[in-house]
């Protein structure tokens, strides 16, 4: 008999937040407001949490990934269902415990195959992987198939952003900084990006938000002129930038008749705040 293969993303991708045709799990991180505690999505949209950040700038945010336990009953209700085996996408590891988590909830179960894939990205590229492999395992595609495809779009993508604050990613432990350079970090509004190994790095300093907004325009330009490429952007509070900056990719590129805009999930909010903006690509 064949095998049957799930599909299982986290929603650090933003996948409820996209029309699809497919049979996805998402494992939803945990976010806390004020000690309240919302399930990602499910209890807290992303326009709802930006508003609240911004009308209370005060507000104590935490957030905790998906707990193993629960990831072990989606990975027993997917086997009564009568799957065989499951490719479970994740944030970065190194972003995230979700990667390990979901390791260690596969431990626990016998008799069904879990391949934990780390994406070493976050958003649109993490949630176009599971979108990939559901497709691929629709086809009847094996495990040892679909990860190479999926490998492809891991090595091809690229995301920058900018912050108006730096405090929730210090806060949250996302950036790495020495102790005597935070306060002096906190003034500016740097261009970040997340790098090939799946983590936070400032790239460039820049005093201004605007400033940052047109960096990160010209530095998406400057890597991206002459290729074919899967554009997208994701926004906080700020959908009027983000449609600005997928006009100004459709003039720039005549052939890009569509530029993927979605908003960031909360839980990844917490940690870029409102304000925040990403502008980023897959190469083709």
Request: hydrophobic share 40%; charged share 25%.
């Amino acid at each position: 008999m064949a095998n049957k293969i799930a599909v299982i993303v986290c929603g650090n991708s933003g996948i409820d937040y996209m029309k699809h045709e497919y049979k996805i799990d998402v494992f939803r991180s945990i976010l806390y407001v004020d000690d309240k505690e919302f399930e990602d999505f499910v209890d807290i949209t992303a326009e709802n949490f930006y508003k609240t950040l911004i009308e209370k700038p005060e507000t104590d945010v935490k957030t905790s990934q998906t707990a193993t336990g629960r990831m072990l009953e989606v990975y027993k209700r997917l086997k009564k269902e009568g799957y065989t085996e499951a490719i479970v996408v994740t944030i970065s590891e190194l972003l995230s415990g979700t990667y390990q988590n979901a390791v260690l909830a596969s431990d626990m179960i016998e008799d069904f195959k879990v391949t934990v894939f780390n994406s070493k990205a976050v958003t649109f590229p993490e949630a176009k992987m599971a979108l990939l492999a559901a497709e691929l395992a629709s086809k009847g595609w094996s495990t040892e198939q679909i990860l190479p495809e999926l490998e492809k779009i891991r090595d091809n993508q690229t995301i920058y952003f900018a912050v108006d604050t730096l405090k929730y990613l210090i806060k949250n432990g996302r950036l790495s900084v020495a102790k005597g350079f935070i306060a002096n970090l906190l003034k500016l509004k740097p261009l970040l990006w997340v790098n090939k190994a799946g983590k936070i790095e400032s790239v460039e300093k820049i005093k201004t938000s605007l400033g940052a907004r047109r960096r990160l325009l010209e530095k998406f330009f400057e890597e991206t002129q002459g290729i074919d490429i899967e554009p997208f952007v994701i926004y906080t509070n700020n959908l009027p930038i983000a449609e600005e900056f997928a006009a100004q990719i459709k003039e720039r590129y005549p052939a890009i008749k569509n530029v993927a805009m979605y908003p960031l999930t909360p839980v990844v909010g917490a940690h870029a705040g409102p304000g925040a903006i990403a502008l980023g690509y897959i190469k083709k």
